[in-house]
């Protein structure tokens, strides 16, 4: 679950603040997956901290405080912003 969470938060932030052309990939190895996104966008998103009656805001703190890492890497027409999870023993089904 909090893979498609976070999935979530850094794609809308490509659609609402790059406001460019987007791809997303994910490599899932047998200890981790790596999420990335790819926009033509230069700028750094910022991890805010909205006070509770704002209604967004909250998506790159969700990304910093969830994911095991994260980081944001400039390419020569935009960025690459990723995050990893580490992927633990699966729960047994139906328990």
Known sequence: MAAALLVSEVTTNAMRHAQTPFSL?????????????????PAHPVVKTPAPFEPTGRGMLLVSRMADAWGIEPTADGKVVW???AIGEPEPFGQ
Request: no cysteine; aromatic share 4%; glycine share 0%.
């Open 25 to 41: 990939s994910a490599q899932v190895t047998s200890v981790s997956i790596r999420v990335e996104v790819t926009d033509r966008n």
């Open 83 to 85: 995050f990893e999870l």
